[in-house]
């Protein structure tokens, strides 16, 4: 056990100093290789001297490095991030004839775009390859694989083999593109409706489909006139994987899996599923498959080539029309079942009434049984068994002389039990995705824990080649741009979904075990924070199943920890992070663990009774008791198995809330599945699935509700003077503002009008509050778009003002829209909070804004926004109209108590207020203003002299401002009453939820957790907002779409705010996060597949240089001027000779355990910038040190500890990763990049944009220039930022808050110079002080010693 005095802190801090005491990693095994091929690149394309091409030195690569090398995937990254293609390959085939470009030359290209897609940068390959290029490239493969296939000879050096691997490999990286034109182009031709022609000659499967689709024989003859010159690839590619599946050499295997990869991506997009489908369905893949040998072998690339042929399997079945897409439901999938096996039964009936009379007469529901189907055909001979299989277009003659025992025949026809088992396949019941859904428990287990495919998924990035050059392949979907159906969009989410927290609860347990240390007498010698030994465990109630289930009803069992012994940050932990309907983790930590999850139910006392959440006080004692639940379908699976799993379960283990959500999202998920209502509007669907035309979703309007956008007439002419030069005022420019559009074509008017305020007098405290924000063009448009219907996309790049923009597009929704209600989102409760402050900010009354989930008590606000906030004030706000409407009374002499409910204030409206105002205000037109003033029958209400103007206008309309105002006292009443009938907290929270609250605000995270109440409870929306869209997983943006049934309302715009050109969401499994695309973020997709898009062009929060770094990402990204001309911004930064500085540092990276990069020598010298800054003057909480790995930031933290806490002047800085920092700036950033072997995951485009965009007025990179130079996608940013050279330029005699009209520079070249720098200015800054030096560890270079 821990002592009390334990830190948290620890485990980080030991691990820092551990790794900055080892000696600085070689190379490794590899440096060799690699400098080899770097002396080459600097030779041929890299020099000074310009690019030597030669197609003797691409052969002699290919020989050597990479064949020569068993395809090593060190070389060819090594040789991808030296430019070797687009600096030397790819220029030379362009300038080079077709006839003249070898063989060796085409399959580098091939080699380096397969390396790119598996880095996740062939973007900019597909930019490359422009126009007819990339189609000269496609036909020269397409020619190639012909010759591999029917030759079967080496090509280009490469085995044949290999080279089939290599154009597979390239084939999944193009269809996974298909929105790139050009590749979509080519793509294509290999899966038209030409392929139908390679179909069995009988062609029964084919003219079932024209018969059901009969344009589709029109097209077909079309075809024949001018027939696909690519169409005959993919059968050709199938017969020779038929071919592969039976040669028995090991090798062999490796191919038909990634091959089996290509097949389950064409038939996991609808527009090349379309006509591959009934292809693989005449070629009996699956079938020939199922009987090779490798599917019964027990080798682990056996596996997962069944794994494969499982997802192949479900792709070649799943319930969707293949030609024209319509989804089906259960029902519908059943329905084409039965009418299939019932076509069987006519078919059979018909040509062999006697023999199969006993299949006619069977039941469907029988049929799809394969052993009751099997039993009736086996009454056929094998003549009549084949002759039945061509009548309903089962192949019986096999593609290839195929040599396996038992499967093919005489004259090439398959084997009678080959024939059955095709039978069986073709006719068998399939379960729908859904019913697979249901069974899964959401809790992983250690069956999934511990499995293979969560162990390859981690270890993705580093697989090497083994046998042949073939990337690893995982049995996960893939998130592309496209799916079948929502079904398969929401089946695919939730199985990566569970793999990643399942990878997530793996790397806690793990951790957890590491900590406890569990010994050979089942205690444990040491102790974790998050994990501890359980004091009993019991499972104390067994419900009995439900009418129609085996499963029980309820399992619940009961708790107890032992807190004694833990420190009480600890306890408090326990205690306050343990909630009802958290989930818990219990292991066994013995082998085998048995892993099991489950969910708190309640809090128990030492008499076992259920504890009051809500109660005051903390427990006593050091016992914890939980009754927690089990799911019942696993329970009832562990029973049935003869292993004691929860008699070995000694361990409970709780998650940060933040990563806790798993359970609610997976059953929110399969919820979904189930629904039998469209979960989407029907504008929406469409191109959601990735189909549709992109741009129907933009709908305009010719007459747009702008309130208070625009700040005067001046800024409306700004804003629009280049689209429209004739704009119109309707007399004078007032808010709120409504301007009427021109059509299109029309070339007229811009007509802006303003709706009349209103007036509620001269009563200040209701007066309106008023944007001061002078939006640009750019913001103006994207606020104009999102008050259309439709969705809405708006990049906003790095200070562009997303936020203000945000806020601007809610405030004119609410007005323009007084009876709909706004959804907001983010993914995260920071920025909620920030922009749900902004918005309290606004004209909008509190009462119709309302903030969901824990992070409301970290609001900036005066007011409470929670749900028991709001009813707090609603009943407190009532109190005080209340006793208003008691004073009224008063004021009028009229006696009793009004003010005692709001029923009684409403009589008292009725009876009192308005019989007195009706007859005054018939009057008033005919009344002098002396009369206005003194019949008004209010005046005593007021506390202030409401009629100061002797205009007669202007008294009328005071008169008629302060009955408006007296009005609206009672309409808030009205609005209230219900409040004071509902009986309690619980009712009148969800009253305010579904009827009041027309601003509602949450995280994601908190739409999925609470999801099946807002269904139950009604609630209704018509508008999303989401800011940071981009950071959101695709799954957590589509659930917050469907919070309401679609009976009745429906949704009518979804604004989405974010940067696809910034980070993405986390994924922290890379083989998910790269081969299943899992971090690719709904707002993406949509960019991706064509959505008009609106995109921020000032920005506002850099100085214009360190701008400049990063503005080349985005379309015409410019300064806010002269906001980044003046102040801060123009002047000069003290110490430092330019505002951005590159760094060139010869440190070495190391590698203390997986993952966890670090640096000594730049740890060291960015914490001695951070030093010197510090002695400048700089303020600490100004400065902000970042790095790019989390051993980096444990290595920093540590450095900062030892230099900087013997002197408190130093303080601290922030210090963070690039990934943690996304969303937040400092004025001054030190950036450290560790790596000095590769580039690393700051490649990664997104991630070097929000490393370059943190910083405001000073930006200072420390890195290996070699490494970083020669990037290509890294180029034009390292470029800018060695604008002024790569070596540190101090000013040392300056200081900060001070300009010197004279500057004297000092050049920095290395880790030891800067810390003799610094050493000498720490003296010179204690002997200013009056204190003597300073002993032990001050020195700045005691690390040397």
Excluded at 208 to 226: D, G, S
Excluded at 319 to 334: F, H, I, N, P, R
Excluded at 722 to 739: M, W
Excluded at 964 to 978: K, M, N, T
Aim: with cysteine; charged share 25%; glycine share 6%.
């Amino acid at each position: 056990m821990p002592p009390k005095s334990s830190s948290g802190r620890g485990g980080r801090g030991q691990r820092g100093r551990k790794a900055a005491q080892q000696p600085r990693a070689t190379a490794g095994a590899n440096s060799a290789e690699m400098d080899e091929i770097e002396v080459l690149a600097n030779k041929l394309w890299l020099g000074n001297k310009g690019v030597k091409w030669s197609d003797e030195s691409v052969a002699d690569i290919m020989r050597t490095h990479i064949v020569g090398k068993q395809y090593a995937r060190s070389s060819l990254q090594t040789l991808e991030r030296l430019q070797y293609f687009e600096l030397y390959l790819w220029a030379n085939y362009l300038s080079t004839d077709d006839t003249l470009v070898s063989d060796a030359h085409v399959m580098s290209i091939l080699l380096m775009a397969n390396e790119k897609y598996q880095q996740g940068v062939i973007t900019s390959m597909w930019g490359a390859m422009e126009g007819e290029a990339f189609g000269r490239l496609f036909d020269r493969v397409v020619c190639m694989t012909r010759s591999i296939l029917s030759t079967g000879t080496d090509i280009g050096f490469v085995d044949a083999l290999s080279a089939r691997s290599v154009v597979v490999q390239f084939l999944i990286a193009c269809f996974g593109s298909l929105e790139t034109e050009n590749v979509r182009t080519a793509c294509m031709a290999l899966t038209s409706l030409a392929l139908w022609e390679h179909i069995d000659d009988t062609r029964v499967l084919v003219e079932a489909e024209f018969e059901r689709m009969p344009q589709l024989r029109k097209f077909a003859k079309h075809l024949k006139k001018k027939p696909s010159v690519n169409g005959d690839l993919l059968p050709a590619l199938l017969r020779d994987f038929i071919a592969m599946l039976f040669t028995g050499d090991s090798r062999c295997l490796t191919y038909c899996t990634k091959f089996i990869e290509l097949l389950v991506d064409l038939e996991s997009q609808l527009a090349t599923r379309r006509y591959v489908n009934l292809l693989l369905v005449d070629y009996q893949i699956l079938d020939l498959c199922q009987v090779s040998e490798w599917y019964r072998n027990d080798l682990l690339v056996a596996k997962r080539f069944r794994d494969m042929v499982g997802m192949l399997r479900g792709r070649v079945y799943f319930q969707v029309d293949d030609v024209s897409g319509l989804a089906m439901t259960e029902a519908e999938a059943k329905d084409r079942h039965y009418r299939h096996v019932a076509e069987l039964q006519i078919m059979a009936f018909r040509v062999f009434p006697r023999e199969l009379e006993a299949l006619a007469l069977s039941s469907v529901a029988a049929l799809g049984d394969s052993a009751v189907l099997t039993e009736h055909l086996e009454a056929l001979d094998d003549s009549g068994l084949r002759r039945l299989a061509g009548l309903v277009g089962i192949r019986t003659r096999s593609l290839l002389p195929i040599t396996a025992s038992g499967i093919v025949q005489e004259e090439g026809m398959y084997g009678r039990e080959f024939v059955l088992d095709a039978f069986a396949e073709r006719y068998r019941v399939r379960a729908t995705v859904a019913d697979q859904v249901r069974e899964i428990s959401p809790y992983p287990s250690e069956s999934l824990l511990f499995s293979e495919i969560i162990t390859e998924t981690d270890q993705f990035s580093k697989q090497q080649f083994s046998d042949t050059i073939s990337y690893p392949v995982l049995p996960v979907p893939k998130l592309n741009l496209q799916f079948l159906t929502l079904h398969d969009y929401l089946a695919r989410c939730f199985e990566l979904y569970r793999l990643e927290c399942a990878y997530d609860i793996r790397e806690n347990i793990e951790d957890a075990v590491r900590r406890l240390q569990p010994n050979d007498v089942g205690g444990f010698d040491g102790w974790a924070r998050m994990a501890m030994p359980m004091h009993s465990f019991n499972v104390v109630d067994v419900q009995k199943p439900r009418v129609g289930e085996r499963a029980p009803s309820k399992v619940r069992a009961d708790i107890c920890i032992d807190l004694a012994n833990y420190a009480e940050s600890v306890v408090m932990e326990w205690d306050s992070e343990v909630r009802p309907r958290d989930v818990l983790i219990l292991f066994g930590s013995r082998n085998p663990r048995f892993v099991r999850g489950c969910e708190v139910e309640c809090r128990l006392d030492i008499n076992g009774k259920p504890v009051d959440e809500f109660a005051s006080g903390r427990p006593s004692g050091t016992l914890r008791n939980l009754r927690v639940l089990f799911d019942t379908h696993q329970y009832q699976v562990d029973l049935a198995s003869d292993k004691d799993v929860y008699a070995s379960l000694n361990v409970v283990m709780r998650r940060r809330p933040q990563e806790n959500n798993f359970k609610a999202v997976l059953e929110t998920v399969r919820d979904l599945m189930t629904s039998s209502v469209d979960l989407l509007p029907e504008w929406l669907t469409s191109t959601f699935l990735g189909y549709g035309d992109p741009k129907a979703l933009v709908r305009g309007s010719e007459r747009v509700y702008f309130g208070d956008t625009f700040v005067s007439a001046d800024h409306v002419r700004e804003t629009f003077a280049d689209q429209y030069p004739d704009i119109i005022f309707d007399e004078v420019f007032g808010k709120p503002c409504v301007i009427e559009f021109p059509s299109l074509d029309s070339g007229g008017s811009l007509r802006v009008t303003s709706e009349p305020a209103v007036d509620f007098g001269p009563i200040e405290s209701i007066r309106r509050k008023e944007n001061t924000v002078r939006f640009t063009s750019a913001q103006v448009a994207a606020i104009r778009a999102a008050s259309q219907p439709g969705l809405t996309l708006v990049v906003g790049p790095p200070g562009t003002g997303k936020t203000d923009v945000a806020v601007q597009i809610i405030s004119n929704l609410y007005h323009a829209h007084p009876r709909q209600t706004i959804l907001l989102l983010t993914h995260s409760n920071q920025a909620l909070n920030q922009l749900f402050e902004k918005i309290i900010a606004l004209d909008i009354e509190p009462r119709h804004l309302l903030r969901l989930g824990h992070g409301e008590e970290d609001l900036d606000a005066e007011e409470r926004y929670s749900k028991a906030g709001r009813v707090e004030s609603y009943l407190e706000r009532r109190r005080e109209l209340l006793a208003l409407v008691q004073r009224l009374a008063e004021a009028l002499d009229i006696p009793g108590d009004f003010g005692y409910t709001c029923d009684n204030a409403r009589l008292f409206f009725i009876a009192h207020v308005r019989m007195r105002w009706e007859p005054y205000y018939r009057r008033i037109s005919a009344m002098d203003v002396e009369n206005v003033v003194a019949g008004f029958p209010f005046t005593r209400f007021f506390d202030i002299p409401i009629f100061t103007s002797s205009d007669r206008a202007a008294a009328i309309r005071v008169a008629e401002g302060c009955y408006r105002y007296i009005e609206s006292i009672f309409d808030e009443l009205g609005d209230i009453q219900p409040f004071e009938l509902l009986r309690n907290n619980s009712e009148r929270s969800n009253y305010l939820l579904t009827n009041q609250a027309r601003i509602v605000a949450m995280t994601c995270t908190h739409a999925a957790l609470k999801r099946s109440e807002l269904i139950k409870l009604g609630f209704r929306y018509d508008t999303v907002v989401m800011e940071e869209a981009a950071q959101v997983l695709d799954i957590e943006t589509f659930i917050p779409l469907t919070l309401q049934s679609r009976r009745g309302r429906e949704l009518k715009r979804l604004v989405m705010i974010g940067d696809h050109n910034q980070l993405p969401p986390v994924v922290k499994n890379s083989g998910l996060r790269s081969y299943a695309n899992m971090e690719q973020s709904l707002f993406t997709r949509m960019v991706r597949l064509g959505v008009p898009y609106i995109e921020l062009n000032r920005q506002a929060r850099a100085r214009p240089e360190i701008a400049s770094l990063y503005r080349w990402r985005y379309r015409g990204l410019a300064d806010l001027e002269p906001h980044v001309m003046t102040g801060e911004f123009g002047s000069k930064t003290p110490g430092f000779v330019s505002t951005f500085q590159f760094v060139n540092l010869a440190g070495e990276e190391s590698e203390p355990s997986r993952y966890f990069y670090q640096n000594l020598d730049e740890a060291e010298f960015v914490v001695a910038l951070y030093q010197y800054m510090r002695l400048l003057g700089y303020p600490a909480e100004r400065i902000a040190i970042l790095t790019t790995y989390n051993g980096q930031r444990a290595l920093i933290r540590d450095v900062l500890d030892r230099r900087c806490k013997w002197l408190p002047y130093f303080g601290q800085p922030q210090v963070a990763t690039v990934d943690q920092y996304q969303g937040q700036q400092s004025d001054y950033v030190i950036l450290s990049l560790v790596r000095t072997r590769n580039v690393g995951h700051i490649r990664d485009l997104r991630r070097l944009t929000v490393a370059l965009s943190r910083a405001r007025l000073g930006l200072y990179v420390v890195g290996c220039r070699r490494v970083f130079e020669t990037c290509f996608e890294l180029q034009v940013a390292v470029q800018r930022l060695l604008a002024n050279g790569d070596q540190l330029l101090l000013c040392p005699d300056e200081r900060f808050g001070e300009q010197a009209d004279a500057r004297k520079a000092v050049v920095v070249e290395g880790v030891e110079d800067m810390g003799r720098l610094v050493y000498k200015m720490i003296e010179e800054h204690l002997e200013a002080d009056g204190q003597a030096a300073g002993d032990g560890d001050k020195s700045q270079s005691s690390d040397s010693d």
